[in-house]
């Protein structure tokens, strides 16, 4: 039974057979691989207080888990290539991101904010690698409720949000043309 700090726990897995080798020489392949590594806290067998783990394929967690779950303030990490890539840092329950956290996208985009089971869900603010910037209400991964969207152009929009789309009531002001579209919106459309 583990409880309290352990060093490492590693979690191996047989490897595949290599080729077998000549007659009379031993083979240096090693029957198993490590996979998963845990350095940190335990309670009654499970993850639980501060640790880090590290998956076989570079993936990484360093923060707070609560009965085998990432639980609590922590930041993951993604393998790319051989360079390790910021993905998430935030709060967590019961192993997905709940709470306060910011989310780095692959493709530069930023999201910082409040999520719930997992999906952006709250207020928030989504950063896009080409200029725009999205502040105010989510559900369910989408925009949902009253927002502000600041193109890279410098057109705004400010009004209401449906599954991601601009959906009743809403003001848009066209910096070229200096003017101002004041009124309802279906499906993205004045």
Known sequence: LKSGTRSSIFWSKKTKPSAPSIIGTKSKAKPYSIGTTYKGEWKLNKKHGFGCQIWAKGNKYEGQWEEGY?????????????????????????GLK????????????????????????????????????????WREDQQNGFG????????????????GKREGSGIYYFKSKQSVYDGEWVNDMP
């Open 148 to 163: 502000r969207l600041v193109k890279a152009n410098g057109d705004v929009y400010r009004g209401q949000w449906l599954n």
């Open 70 to 94: 990432r639980h609590g303030r922590g930041s993951f990490w993604v393998m790319e290539g051989k360079k390790l890539r910021k993905q998430y840092t935030g709060s967590w329950k019961r």
């Open 98 to 137: 709940d709470g306060l956290g910011v989310y780095f996208y692959k493709n530069g985009d930023r999201y910082e904010g409040e999520w719930h089971n997992g999906l952006r869900s709250g207020k928030g603010t989504l950063f896009t690698h080409d200029g725009q910037q999205y502040n105010g209400m």
